[in-house]
């Protein structure tokens, strides 16, 4: 019961945040300074930070082992290497549009039940970890401590991804797996909303 009401509470909070397009990205040009609560705070503040992410998990537990733990592990790796990019002023381009489509394509992989191989799924969670990443990085030259900020927004995703495998896991019910296709779609449809807004 209590697992049925937070994928409720869950599920009201993707489909409000389609019907608030005027919210900000949870990026902006003053950046976030600060340590370890800042570094915490922004990717679960950011929409587009926590729909790609709990993606990520919930397309791990749909995809079973070795995916479950695979990916989530892959996402922050690589996320690490785009935050490097980003410290260093390596440009990337449309990293907003690359963030928005990361909830989408991920959402829309979990809607259709996609079972690709696990080298390509890695694949896919890493490029889409590059943008990720590189938002973070860019604010961490203003954070006041770097490294507390950086080890905030690693924590944050691992939890957000925990998340996503925790919903994810209740694929091993019938139900179970139109819940989570659901949920990939309620993922996708957040990210055409911030993509929309990114382009």
């Known amino acids: 019961m209590v697992k049925v009401r937070q994928t409720n509470a869950l599920m009201i909070a993707l489909c409000v945040s389609l019907f608030l397009p005027e919210i900000a990205l949870a990026h902006t040009e003053g950046g976030i300074t600060g340590g370890f609560v800042s570094g915490f705070t922004h990717p679960i503040l950011g929409w587009d930070h926590v729909v790609a992410m709990v993606a990520v998990g919930l397309w791990g537990a749909f995809l079973g082992a070795p995916a479950i733990w695979l990916l989530p592990v892959v996402f922050p790796l690589v996320m690490a290497f785009g935050a490097a990019l980003g410290v260093l002023g390596v440009p990337v381009p449309a990293v907003e549009i690359g963030i928005a489509g990361s909830a989408v394509v991920l959402g829309l992989l979990i809607v259709l039940a996609a079972r690709l191989p696990l080298w390509l799924a890695g694949v896919i969670v890493g490029v889409f970890a590059i943008f990720h990443g590189y938002a973070h990085g860019t604010e961490l030259p203003a954070a006041t401590n770097p490294f507390a900020y950086g080890v905030g927004f690693v924590i944050a995703t691992g939890l957000l991804h925990l998340i996503g495998i925790a919903f994810g896991l209740l ?26 807004n990114a382009a």
């Open 171 to 196: 694929v091993r019910w019938p139900m179970g797996t139109y819940a989570v296709r659901a949920g990939g779609a309620v993922i996708s449809a957040v990210g055409c909303v911030y993509l929309f």
